[in-house]
Protein backbone atom coordinates (compact mmCIF):
# COMPACT_ATOMS: atom_id res chain seq x y z
CA UNK A 1 0.00 0.00 0.00
CA UNK A 2 1.12 3.64 -0.52
CA UNK A 3 3.34 4.71 2.23
CA UNK A 4 4.55 1.11 3.54
CA UNK A 5 7.74 -0.23 3.66
CA UNK A 6 9.99 -1.31 0.68
CA UNK A 7 12.93 -3.29 0.07
CA UNK A 8 15.38 -2.47 -2.84
CA UNK A 9 13.89 -5.25 -4.77
CA UNK A 10 10.26 -3.12 -4.73
CA UNK A 11 12.35 -1.51 -7.62
CA UNK A 12 15.53 -3.19 -8.73
CA UNK A 13 15.60 -6.48 -10.74
CA UNK A 14 18.83 -8.07 -8.95
CA UNK A 15 18.38 -11.37 -11.24
CA UNK A 16 19.23 -8.70 -14.50
CA UNK A 17 22.92 -7.80 -13.14
CA UNK A 18 25.55 -9.51 -10.71
CA UNK A 19 26.53 -11.62 -13.92
CA UNK A 20 29.63 -11.70 -12.73
CA UNK A 21 28.91 -13.09 -8.84
CA UNK A 22 28.72 -16.97 -8.87
CA UNK A 23 26.07 -18.71 -7.62
CA UNK A 24 23.50 -15.43 -7.31
CA UNK A 25 20.83 -16.51 -6.08
CA UNK A 26 22.89 -18.35 -3.08
CA UNK A 27 23.76 -14.81 -2.37
CA UNK A 28 20.49 -12.70 -2.79
CA UNK A 29 19.21 -15.62 -0.23
CA UNK A 30 21.62 -15.17 2.31
CA UNK A 31 22.65 -11.36 2.17
CA UNK A 32 20.46 -8.08 1.77
CA UNK A 33 21.37 -5.77 -0.73
CA UNK A 34 22.90 -2.88 1.59
CA UNK A 35 26.21 -6.14 2.75
CA UNK A 36 27.53 -5.36 -0.48
CA UNK A 37 26.53 -1.70 -1.66
CA UNK A 38 26.62 0.00 1.55
CA UNK A 39 30.31 -1.15 2.61
CA UNK A 40 31.45 1.93 4.76
CA UNK A 41 30.40 5.13 5.93
CA UNK A 42 31.77 8.26 5.16
CA UNK A 43 30.48 10.96 8.49
CA UNK A 44 30.62 10.88 12.30
CA UNK A 45 29.44 7.57 13.23
CA UNK A 46 27.91 7.08 16.67
CA UNK A 47 29.84 4.21 18.65
CA UNK A 48 28.79 5.51 22.61
CA UNK A 49 26.34 7.65 24.97
CA UNK A 50 27.69 7.97 28.29
CA UNK A 51 24.94 9.20 30.89
CA UNK A 52 26.87 8.68 33.62
CA UNK A 53 27.21 11.96 34.27
CA UNK A 54 26.05 15.11 31.99
CA UNK A 55 27.18 18.11 31.97
CA UNK A 56 26.00 21.13 32.99
CA UNK A 57 23.45 21.44 29.94
CA UNK A 58 22.20 18.12 30.06
CA UNK A 59 24.28 16.60 27.05
CA UNK A 60 26.03 12.58 27.50
CA UNK A 61 29.45 12.34 26.86
CA UNK A 62 29.40 10.97 22.99
CA UNK A 63 32.11 8.91 21.34
CA UNK A 64 32.52 8.72 17.87
CA UNK A 65 33.79 5.66 15.73
CA UNK A 66 35.48 7.06 13.23
CA UNK A 67 36.64 10.53 14.24
CA UNK A 68 40.24 11.10 15.39
CA UNK A 69 39.55 13.92 17.85
CA UNK A 70 36.84 16.04 19.79
CA UNK A 71 33.73 15.96 16.59
CA UNK A 72 33.91 19.71 16.33
CA UNK A 73 37.72 19.72 16.70
CA UNK A 74 38.72 21.82 13.58
CA UNK A 75 41.69 18.90 12.77
CA UNK A 76 39.39 16.37 13.49
CA UNK A 77 40.02 13.60 11.26
CA UNK A 78 36.91 11.60 9.80
CA UNK A 79 37.72 7.92 8.54
CA UNK A 80 35.44 5.72 6.97
CA UNK A 81 33.53 3.41 8.82
CA UNK A 82 32.75 -0.63 7.85
CA UNK A 83 29.56 -1.51 9.51
CA UNK A 84 29.15 -4.82 10.89
CA UNK A 85 26.61 -7.81 9.45
CA UNK A 86 24.26 -9.33 11.49
CA UNK A 87 20.85 -11.16 10.59
CA UNK A 88 18.29 -9.14 10.14
CA UNK A 89 14.55 -10.68 9.31
CA UNK A 90 13.59 -8.32 6.45
CA UNK A 91 9.76 -7.94 5.11
CA UNK A 92 8.33 -11.05 5.20
CA UNK A 93 9.74 -12.82 7.53
CA UNK A 94 12.86 -13.53 5.75
CA UNK A 95 16.09 -13.65 7.65
CA UNK A 96 19.38 -11.91 5.93
CA UNK A 97 23.46 -10.58 6.86
CA UNK A 98 22.32 -6.59 6.95
CA UNK A 99 24.63 -3.97 7.98
CA UNK A 100 24.79 -2.63 10.88
CA UNK A 101 26.30 0.06 13.94
CA UNK A 102 25.99 -1.00 17.50
CA UNK A 103 25.40 1.83 19.70
CA UNK A 104 26.34 1.41 23.08
CA UNK A 105 24.59 3.39 25.87
CA UNK A 106 25.64 3.80 29.66
CA UNK A 107 22.78 5.14 32.11
CA UNK A 108 21.87 4.99 35.95
CA UNK A 109 19.44 2.59 37.04
CA UNK A 110 17.22 3.01 40.43
CA UNK A 111 13.68 2.27 42.11
CA UNK A 112 11.50 -0.62 42.53
CA UNK A 113 11.18 -1.98 39.83
CA UNK A 114 14.38 -0.62 38.49
CA UNK A 115 14.21 2.68 35.97
CA UNK A 116 16.31 4.68 34.45
CA UNK A 117 17.32 8.07 36.34
CA UNK A 118 16.02 11.08 34.33
CA UNK A 119 18.09 14.07 32.95
CA UNK A 120 16.84 16.48 35.32
CA UNK A 121 17.55 13.84 38.13
CA UNK A 122 20.76 13.58 37.17
CA UNK A 123 21.37 17.39 36.54
CA UNK A 124 19.73 18.13 40.42
CA UNK A 125 22.05 15.73 42.08
CA UNK A 126 25.42 16.28 40.41
CA UNK A 127 24.99 20.50 39.27
CA UNK A 128 24.37 23.56 41.32
CA UNK A 129 23.37 26.99 39.65
CA UNK A 130 24.36 25.44 36.39
CA UNK A 131 27.89 24.71 37.62
CA UNK A 132 29.18 20.92 38.58
CA UNK A 133 29.05 20.44 42.66
CA UNK A 134 32.45 20.56 44.48
CA UNK A 135 32.52 16.53 45.11
CA UNK A 136 31.99 15.77 41.15
CA UNK A 137 35.31 18.71 40.57
CA UNK A 138 37.29 17.06 43.01
CA UNK A 139 36.23 13.37 41.75
CA UNK A 140 36.64 13.83 37.61
CA UNK A 141 38.89 16.99 37.31
CA UNK A 142 42.19 15.35 36.45
CA UNK A 143 44.23 17.80 35.48
CA UNK A 144 42.63 20.11 38.37
CA UNK A 145 42.02 23.21 35.39
CA UNK A 146 38.28 23.46 37.22
CA UNK A 147 37.01 22.58 33.68
CA UNK A 148 35.64 18.89 32.87
CA UNK A 149 36.45 17.21 29.67
CA UNK A 150 34.33 14.16 27.96
CA UNK A 151 37.81 12.33 28.44
CA UNK A 152 37.59 13.58 32.20
CA UNK A 153 33.83 12.76 32.64
CA UNK A 154 34.11 9.24 32.00
CA UNK A 155 33.06 6.31 34.51
CA UNK A 156 36.70 4.71 34.28
CA UNK A 157 37.19 4.52 38.08
CA UNK A 158 34.88 3.13 41.40
CA UNK A 159 35.86 6.19 43.25
CA UNK A 160 33.92 7.91 40.46
CA UNK A 161 30.84 5.60 40.64
CA UNK A 162 31.19 6.10 44.28
CA UNK A 163 31.12 9.95 44.11
CA UNK A 164 28.21 10.52 41.95
CA UNK A 165 26.00 7.33 43.71
CA UNK A 166 26.58 9.23 46.93
CA UNK A 167 25.43 12.50 45.08
CA UNK A 168 21.92 10.22 43.97
CA UNK A 169 21.52 8.91 47.48
CA UNK A 170 21.03 12.67 49.08
CA UNK A 171 18.88 13.60 46.57
CA UNK A 172 16.66 10.68 47.38
CA UNK A 173 17.76 8.30 44.38
CA UNK A 174 19.16 5.41 46.65
CA UNK A 175 20.00 2.01 45.19
CA UNK A 176 21.74 3.37 41.79
CA UNK A 177 23.16 1.33 39.63
CA UNK A 178 25.06 2.04 36.21
CA UNK A 179 24.16 -0.09 33.16
CA UNK A 180 24.76 -0.80 29.93
CA UNK A 181 22.62 -1.52 26.50
CA UNK A 182 23.74 -1.99 22.89
CA UNK A 183 21.20 -1.27 20.47
CA UNK A 184 21.76 -2.03 16.84
CA UNK A 185 20.55 0.04 13.98
CA UNK A 186 20.25 -1.00 10.66
CA UNK A 187 22.16 0.66 7.86
CA UNK A 188 20.37 1.87 4.92
CA UNK A 189 22.01 4.99 3.77
CA UNK A 190 25.20 5.78 1.60
CA UNK A 191 24.28 3.29 -1.48
CA UNK A 192 27.03 2.87 -3.65
CA UNK A 193 27.28 0.98 -7.06
CA UNK A 194 29.89 -0.55 -9.62
CA UNK A 195 32.94 -0.72 -8.70
CA UNK A 196 32.68 0.91 -5.07
CA UNK A 197 30.50 -2.21 -4.24
CA UNK A 198 32.09 -5.40 -2.27
CA UNK A 199 33.08 -7.42 -5.19
CA UNK A 200 36.29 -9.56 -4.09
CA UNK A 201 34.72 -12.94 -3.02
CA UNK A 202 37.55 -12.94 -0.16
CA UNK A 203 35.68 -10.05 1.79
CA UNK A 204 33.86 -12.77 2.93
CA UNK A 205 35.25 -15.93 2.12
CA UNK A 206 38.28 -15.92 3.90
CA UNK A 207 39.51 -16.08 7.80
CA UNK A 208 39.28 -12.48 8.27
CA UNK A 209 35.91 -12.12 6.71
CA UNK A 210 33.57 -8.95 7.25
CA UNK A 211 30.68 -11.80 8.11
CA UNK A 212 32.34 -12.68 11.46
CA UNK A 213 33.87 -9.20 12.39
CA UNK A 214 34.69 -7.95 15.69
CA UNK A 215 33.56 -3.85 16.90
CA UNK A 216 34.60 -2.27 19.27
CA UNK A 217 31.70 -1.11 21.54
CA UNK A 218 32.61 1.00 23.77
CA UNK A 219 36.55 2.10 24.93
CA UNK A 220 35.39 1.88 28.64
CA UNK A 221 33.26 -0.17 30.87
CA UNK A 222 31.71 2.00 33.96
CA UNK A 223 32.32 -0.13 36.94
CA UNK A 224 33.48 -3.42 34.76
CA UNK A 225 29.50 -4.11 33.18
CA UNK A 226 29.04 -6.13 30.39
CA UNK A 227 26.36 -4.49 28.16
CA UNK A 228 23.25 -6.46 27.14
CA UNK A 229 22.15 -6.72 23.91
CA UNK A 230 18.37 -4.39 23.17
CA UNK A 231 15.80 -6.60 23.76
CA UNK A 232 13.96 -7.50 20.46
CA UNK A 233 17.22 -8.78 18.06
CA UNK A 234 17.72 -12.23 17.51
CA UNK A 235 18.70 -14.53 20.62
CA UNK A 236 21.92 -15.50 21.07
CA UNK A 237 23.64 -11.86 19.30
CA UNK A 238 24.43 -10.61 22.99
CA UNK A 239 27.08 -13.97 23.53
CA UNK A 240 29.07 -11.67 21.09
CA UNK A 241 30.25 -9.40 23.72
CA UNK A 242 32.90 -9.28 25.89
CA UNK A 243 34.88 -6.89 28.44
CA UNK A 244 38.45 -6.97 26.92
CA UNK A 245 41.71 -6.62 28.69
CA UNK A 246 42.18 -2.81 28.25
CA UNK A 247 38.54 -1.98 30.08
CA UNK A 248 36.84 -1.57 26.57
CA UNK A 249 33.91 -3.72 25.46
CA UNK A 250 34.07 -5.62 22.15
CA UNK A 251 31.18 -7.35 20.15
CA UNK A 252 32.50 -10.20 17.79
CA UNK A 253 30.10 -11.38 15.54
CA UNK A 254 29.21 -15.44 14.41
CA UNK A 255 27.04 -16.07 11.68
CA UNK A 256 27.58 -19.86 12.25
CA UNK A 257 25.06 -19.54 15.16
CA UNK A 258 22.43 -18.35 13.33
CA UNK A 259 22.53 -21.45 10.38
CA UNK A 260 25.01 -19.59 7.98
CA UNK A 261 28.13 -21.98 6.80
CA UNK A 262 30.68 -19.83 4.40
CA UNK A 263 32.92 -21.59 2.53
CA UNK A 264 36.36 -20.29 3.19
CA UNK A 265 35.58 -18.81 6.90
CA UNK A 266 34.07 -21.66 8.15
CA UNK A 267 34.83 -25.03 9.03
CA UNK A 268 34.85 -27.90 11.68
CA UNK A 269 38.29 -28.12 13.16
CA UNK A 270 37.87 -31.54 14.71
CA UNK A 271 37.52 -32.59 10.69
CA UNK A 272 40.72 -30.54 10.35
CA UNK A 273 42.40 -32.67 12.87
CA UNK A 274 41.17 -35.85 12.21
CA UNK A 275 42.06 -35.34 8.18
CA UNK A 276 45.72 -34.05 9.08
CA UNK A 277 46.17 -37.32 11.20
CA UNK A 278 44.92 -39.14 8.79
CA UNK A 279 47.27 -37.55 6.02
CA UNK A 280 50.40 -36.96 8.19
CA UNK A 281 49.68 -40.92 9.55
CA UNK A 282 50.09 -42.48 6.66
CA UNK A 283 52.58 -40.58 5.18
CA UNK A 284 54.92 -41.11 8.14
CA UNK A 285 53.86 -44.50 7.86
CA UNK A 286 54.80 -45.38 4.41
CA UNK A 287 58.16 -43.45 4.61
CA UNK A 288 59.10 -45.53 7.64
CA UNK A 289 58.04 -48.44 5.37
CA UNK A 290 59.91 -47.44 2.38
CA UNK A 291 63.10 -47.08 4.40
CA UNK A 292 62.93 -50.20 6.11
CA UNK A 293 62.54 -51.69 2.58
CA UNK A 294 65.53 -49.93 1.63
CA UNK A 295 67.83 -51.27 4.38
CA UNK A 296 66.44 -54.75 3.99
CA UNK A 297 67.44 -54.97 0.55
CA UNK A 298 71.06 -53.70 0.81
CA UNK A 299 71.08 -56.33 3.52
CA UNK A 300 69.45 -59.15 1.54
CA UNK A 301 72.09 -58.12 -1.70
CA UNK A 302 69.62 -58.65 -5.06
CA UNK A 303 67.24 -61.34 -5.34
CA UNK A 304 65.84 -62.28 -8.65
CA UNK A 305 62.34 -63.60 -9.45
CA UNK A 306 61.33 -64.80 -12.65
CA UNK A 307 58.82 -62.50 -14.69
CA UNK A 308 57.13 -62.51 -17.90
CA UNK A 309 55.52 -59.53 -19.69
CA UNK A 310 51.72 -59.65 -19.99
CA UNK A 311 49.57 -56.98 -21.34
CA UNK A 312 47.44 -55.84 -18.23
CA UNK A 313 45.87 -53.04 -18.60
CA UNK A 314 43.93 -51.87 -21.81
CA UNK A 315 43.57 -48.54 -23.22
CA UNK A 316 40.52 -47.11 -21.99
CA UNK A 317 41.37 -47.91 -18.35
CA UNK A 318 44.66 -46.41 -18.74
CA UNK A 319 42.32 -43.55 -19.74
CA UNK A 320 40.24 -43.92 -17.04
CA UNK A 321 42.66 -44.07 -14.48
CA UNK A 322 44.46 -41.12 -15.71
CA UNK A 323 41.81 -38.83 -16.04
CA UNK A 324 40.49 -39.88 -12.62
CA UNK A 325 43.44 -39.31 -10.98
CA UNK A 326 44.48 -35.51 -12.25
CA UNK A 327 40.68 -34.81 -11.52
CA UNK A 328 41.11 -36.04 -7.77
CA UNK A 329 44.43 -34.29 -7.65
CA UNK A 330 43.10 -31.32 -9.48
CA UNK A 331 40.03 -31.24 -7.00
CA UNK A 332 42.36 -31.65 -3.79
CA UNK A 333 44.07 -29.08 -4.82
CA UNK A 334 41.63 -26.70 -5.44
CA UNK A 335 39.01 -27.88 -2.88
CA UNK A 336 42.11 -27.07 -0.22
CA UNK A 337 42.40 -23.48 -1.18
CA UNK A 338 38.38 -23.02 -1.23
CA UNK A 339 38.72 -24.55 2.32
CA UNK A 340 41.62 -22.37 3.34
CA UNK A 341 42.28 -18.84 0.71
CA UNK A 342 44.12 -17.09 3.57
CA UNK A 343 46.78 -19.61 3.07
CA UNK A 344 46.79 -19.08 -0.96
CA UNK A 345 45.41 -15.81 -1.45
CA UNK A 346 47.54 -15.55 -4.48
CA UNK A 347 44.82 -17.51 -6.73
CA UNK A 348 41.29 -16.05 -7.22
CA UNK A 349 38.69 -17.62 -4.95
CA UNK A 350 35.91 -17.53 -7.79
CA UNK A 351 38.11 -19.04 -10.17
CA UNK A 352 39.61 -21.72 -8.01
CA UNK A 353 35.44 -22.68 -7.07
CA UNK A 354 34.68 -22.48 -11.58
CA UNK A 355 37.20 -24.82 -12.00
CA UNK A 356 36.58 -27.20 -9.18
CA UNK A 357 33.12 -27.30 -10.36
CA UNK A 358 33.96 -28.17 -13.75
CA UNK A 359 36.39 -30.99 -12.78
CA UNK A 360 34.31 -32.23 -10.51
CA UNK A 361 31.51 -32.75 -13.42
CA UNK A 362 34.11 -33.94 -15.23
CA UNK A 363 35.11 -36.70 -12.65
CA UNK A 364 31.61 -37.43 -12.12
CA UNK A 365 31.34 -38.05 -15.68
CA UNK A 366 34.14 -40.34 -16.09
CA UNK A 367 33.19 -42.50 -13.08
CA UNK A 368 29.54 -42.90 -14.55
CA UNK A 369 31.47 -43.86 -18.06
CA UNK A 370 33.91 -46.09 -16.39
CA UNK A 371 30.72 -48.04 -14.42
CA UNK A 372 29.32 -48.48 -17.50
CA UNK A 373 32.24 -50.11 -19.03
CA UNK A 374 32.64 -52.56 -15.77
CA UNK A 375 29.44 -53.74 -16.29
CA UNK A 376 29.56 -54.32 -19.84
CA UNK A 377 32.42 -55.82 -19.94
CA UNK A 378 32.73 -58.02 -17.15
CA UNK A 379 35.29 -56.24 -15.59
CA UNK A 380 33.13 -55.63 -12.70
CA UNK A 381 34.63 -58.83 -11.11
CA UNK A 382 38.23 -56.99 -10.61
CA UNK A 383 36.92 -55.50 -7.96
CA UNK A 384 34.78 -58.26 -6.29
CA UNK A 385 37.07 -60.09 -3.71
CA UNK A 386 36.44 -63.87 -4.07
CA UNK A 387 34.55 -64.92 -0.67
CA UNK A 388 36.38 -68.78 -0.82
CA UNK A 389 39.74 -68.42 0.64
CA UNK A 390 38.74 -64.63 1.71
CA UNK A 391 40.21 -64.43 5.30
CA UNK A 392 43.38 -66.42 4.36
CA UNK A 393 44.88 -64.87 1.06
CA UNK A 394 43.64 -61.31 3.31
CA UNK A 395 46.48 -62.39 5.94
CA UNK A 396 48.72 -63.90 3.99
CA UNK A 397 48.77 -60.51 1.85
CA UNK A 398 49.15 -58.68 5.20
CA UNK A 399 52.24 -60.56 5.76
CA UNK A 400 53.59 -60.12 2.70
CA UNK A 401 53.37 -56.61 3.59
CA UNK A 402 54.34 -56.56 7.02
CA UNK A 403 56.86 -59.47 6.59
CA UNK A 404 57.77 -60.93 3.70
CA UNK A 405 58.73 -57.42 1.55
CA UNK A 406 61.39 -57.12 3.88
CA UNK A 407 62.77 -61.02 3.33
CA UNK A 408 62.54 -60.54 -0.96
CA UNK A 409 59.64 -62.48 -1.18
CA UNK A 410 57.03 -63.41 -3.95
CA UNK A 411 53.57 -61.57 -3.99
CA UNK A 412 51.43 -64.15 -2.09
CA UNK A 413 48.63 -63.54 -5.56
CA UNK A 414 50.02 -64.00 -8.78
CA UNK A 415 49.48 -60.71 -11.20
CA UNK A 416 47.63 -61.42 -14.32
CA UNK A 417 45.33 -59.15 -17.14
CA UNK A 418 42.34 -61.37 -15.19
CA UNK A 419 43.25 -61.10 -11.47
CA UNK A 420 44.90 -57.45 -11.62
CA UNK A 421 44.00 -57.15 -7.77
CA UNK A 422 44.92 -58.62 -4.49
CA UNK A 423 42.37 -58.89 -2.13
CA UNK A 424 43.36 -56.15 0.12
CA UNK A 425 43.24 -53.77 -3.09
CA UNK A 426 40.02 -55.13 -3.47
CA UNK A 427 38.54 -54.64 -0.35
CA UNK A 428 40.20 -50.86 -0.96
CA UNK A 429 38.48 -49.96 -3.96
CA UNK A 430 35.46 -51.67 -3.64
CA UNK A 431 35.01 -49.42 0.16
CA UNK A 432 36.47 -45.97 -2.07
CA UNK A 433 34.13 -46.51 -5.28
CA UNK A 434 31.08 -47.80 -3.40
CA UNK A 435 31.08 -45.65 -0.57
CA UNK A 436 33.53 -42.70 -0.32
CA UNK A 437 33.45 -41.42 -4.21
CA UNK A 438 29.42 -42.00 -4.01
CA UNK A 439 29.29 -39.71 -0.79
CA UNK A 440 31.98 -37.18 -2.29
CA UNK A 441 30.04 -36.55 -5.70
CA UNK A 442 26.89 -36.25 -3.47
CA UNK A 443 27.83 -33.67 -0.92
CA UNK A 444 29.61 -31.92 -4.12
CA UNK A 445 26.64 -32.01 -6.11
CA UNK A 446 24.16 -30.80 -3.07
CA UNK A 447 26.85 -28.00 -2.18
CA UNK A 448 27.06 -26.90 -5.59
CA UNK A 449 23.14 -27.22 -5.90
CA UNK A 450 22.18 -25.74 -2.73
CA UNK A 451 20.91 -22.43 -4.77
CA UNK A 452 18.95 -24.14 -7.02
CA UNK A 453 17.35 -26.65 -4.67
CA UNK A 454 18.35 -25.21 -0.90
CA UNK A 455 15.22 -27.40 0.34
CA UNK A 456 16.88 -30.86 -0.48
CA UNK A 457 20.23 -29.46 0.82
CA UNK A 458 18.76 -27.96 3.87
CA UNK A 459 17.40 -31.64 4.28
CA UNK A 460 20.56 -33.14 4.39
CA UNK A 461 21.82 -31.00 7.39
CA UNK A 462 22.44 -27.79 5.14
CA UNK A 463 26.42 -26.49 3.95
CA UNK A 464 27.11 -26.93 8.09
CA UNK A 465 26.96 -30.87 7.66
CA UNK A 466 27.61 -31.35 3.76
CA UNK A 467 30.88 -28.82 3.78
CA UNK A 468 32.44 -30.88 6.92
CA UNK A 469 31.64 -34.21 5.50
CA UNK A 470 32.68 -33.07 2.25
CA UNK A 471 36.04 -31.80 3.30
CA UNK A 472 36.98 -35.18 5.25
CA UNK A 473 36.02 -37.47 2.77
CA UNK A 474 38.16 -35.12 0.51
CA UNK A 475 41.02 -36.06 3.58
CA UNK A 476 40.04 -39.27 3.14
CA UNK A 477 41.26 -39.53 -0.79
CA UNK A 478 44.56 -37.73 -0.13
CA UNK A 479 45.42 -40.23 2.30
CA UNK A 480 44.31 -43.01 -0.06
CA UNK A 481 46.51 -41.22 -2.85
CA UNK A 482 49.85 -41.32 -0.79
CA UNK A 483 49.06 -44.93 0.05
CA UNK A 484 48.32 -45.91 -3.33
CA UNK A 485 51.78 -44.24 -4.85
CA UNK A 486 53.53 -45.53 -2.72
CA UNK A 487 52.24 -49.48 -2.87
CA UNK A 488 52.92 -48.54 -7.05
CA UNK A 489 56.45 -49.24 -6.40
CA UNK A 490 55.90 -53.01 -5.38
CA UNK A 491 57.16 -54.07 -8.12
CA UNK A 492 60.19 -55.54 -9.52
CA UNK A 493 61.35 -51.92 -9.89
CA UNK A 494 60.03 -48.54 -7.88
CA UNK A 495 58.60 -47.47 -11.33
CA UNK A 496 56.96 -50.55 -12.89
CA UNK A 497 54.06 -49.89 -11.60
CA UNK A 498 53.39 -46.26 -12.66
CA UNK A 499 54.75 -47.85 -16.29
CA UNK A 500 52.29 -50.37 -16.84
CA UNK A 501 49.46 -48.09 -16.20
CA UNK A 502 51.22 -45.93 -19.31
CA UNK A 503 52.16 -48.81 -21.72
CA UNK A 504 49.51 -51.09 -20.17
CA UNK A 505 52.25 -53.89 -20.48
CA UNK A 506 53.80 -55.22 -17.30
CA UNK A 507 56.23 -57.54 -15.92
CA UNK A 508 54.65 -59.80 -13.59
CA UNK A 509 56.41 -62.70 -11.22
CA UNK A 510 55.75 -66.07 -12.76
CA UNK A 511 55.57 -68.32 -9.16
CA UNK A 512 55.19 -71.20 -11.21
CA UNK A 513 59.80 -71.41 -10.94
CA UNK A 514 61.60 -70.50 -8.12
CA UNK A 515 63.59 -67.44 -8.20
CA UNK A 516 67.07 -67.66 -8.58
CA UNK A 517 69.69 -65.50 -5.83
Same mark, same amino acid.
Given at each position: ????? =?????? %?????????????? =?????????????????????????????????????????????????????????????? =?? /??????????? /????????????????????????????????????????????????????????????? /???????????????????? !??????????? /?????? =????????????????????????????? !???????????????????????????????????????????????????????????????????? !?????? %?????????????????????? $?????????? !???????????????????????????????????????????????? $??????????????? $??????????????????????????????????????????? $??????????????????????????????????????????????????????????????????????????????
Amino acid at each position: TENSL =RRCESC %HAEESVHDWLPYKQ =RHFQALACESCHIPELYGPTLMSVDWGLPDPAGEPVKTYRNSSTDIGASNNMISAFQPILLP =RE /NVGGKQKLAPF /NLVTGWFWLAGDPQAPVSREELLESFTDDGEYKEEVIAAFDVDQDGQLSDLERRLDSDEKI /NVLQALLAENDIADASIMGE !TAAYTISHNVV /NGIWAV =RDCQSCHNNDSIIDDSMVLAAYSPGGQTP !TLQSGLLPGLGEGIELVDDGGVTFTADANKFDYYVLGLHSVPMVDWIGLLMFFGISLGVTVHAIARKI !TSKKLG %HIKHNYRKEYIYDSYERLWHWL $QASSIIILLV !TGLIIHKPHLFSIFSFAYMVEVHNIVGFILFANAALALFYNLASGEIK $QYIPEPKGFIGRSMA $QAMYYTKGVFEGQPHPEEKSRDHKMNVLQQVTYLAILNILLPA $QVITGILIWGAQRWPDIADMAGGLAILGPLHTLIAWTFATFIVMHVYLTTHGHTPTAGIKAMISGWDDVEDNSSKPNS
